[in-house]
């Protein structure tokens, strides 16, 4: 019997349009480093991920090895995978690529996060994993503590919801993968396409528990996330 692998999926596929740049977001640097180095590097450096498939569009991966991967020596074995149309795709693509691997098994834990979130944390991760291992499907999240409105079509207010029981959903989402193989497979069959990893999950009827997340683990999309990035970076470093 040889021990369950734990893959993580790094999602970078996407135009990046919200940037407003020529260069796409993954690939705009932090302090000398691009925003996608970063995020390879937090699960490169933990112990409890083996592997790593990056997905990105197939006319950049002579770029992503000469700029994001080559220079920074990376340990782990890094899977090279084409994007699809829509973020849902490319996931697939990556499941793909995981579910050929040799040795695996129903236990296999894959985390599906995102190529522009570059300060997730070493206790997010294994956290995820561990409560993976217990309920077969995690994410982290971060609870609403600002009042939410829920808003008619002419923008008026139909009515303030209850924020006891709301979150917002970050990455790394976590799963074994024979359920979220299954959970895609279920989306097809329905023609059901989610917002995240997770409603794919809650779309086959199966439970996903939430872990707390972090308020730094933000996703960088707009020049506006751009600076808080570089503010947060300096703060980490000063600490």
Do not use: W
């Amino acid at each position: 019997m040889h021990p369950s692998q734990n893959f993580v999926i790094v999602v970078a596929a996407g135009k990046g349009l919200r940037m407003g740049s020529e260069i796409k977001k993954q690939y705009l640097y932090l302090d000398k480093i691009p925003i996608l180095s970063r995020t390879i590097m937090a699960f490169d450096s933990c112990d409890q991920v083996h592997e790593i498939v990056l997905v990105i569009p197939k006319q950049d991966h002579e770029y992503c090895k000469k700029h994001i991967i080559d220079p920074f020596g990376f340990a782990k074995k890094i899977h090279l995978v084409e994007g699809g149309n829509k973020r849902q795709d490319s996931v697939l693509n990556g499941l793909k690529r995981v579910n050929d691997r040799i040795n695996i098994d129903k236990e296999t834990i894959v985390l599906i996060h995102d190529g522009v979130r570059p300060f997730v944390n070493q206790n997010i991760i294994k956290a995820c994993i561990q409560k993976t291992i217990e309920y077969g499907a995690c994410i982290p999240g971060v609870k609403i503590t600002e009042t939410v409105k829920q808003v008619c079509p002419d923008s008026s207010i139909q009515k303030t919801l209850n924020r006891q029981f709301l979150y917002t959903a970050q990455t790394p989402q976590t799963f074994k993968l024979d359920l979220i193989l299954r959970a895609f497979d279920y989306a097809i069959k329905t023609c059901f396409s989610g917002t995240d990893d997770a409603s794919l999950v809650e779309h086959l009827g199966e439970k996903v528990v939430i872990i707390k997340g972090s308020s730094l683990n933000i996703k960088i999309t707009t020049q506006e996330d751009l600076i808080l990035g570089k503010h947060m970076l300096n703060r980490i470093e000063i600490e």
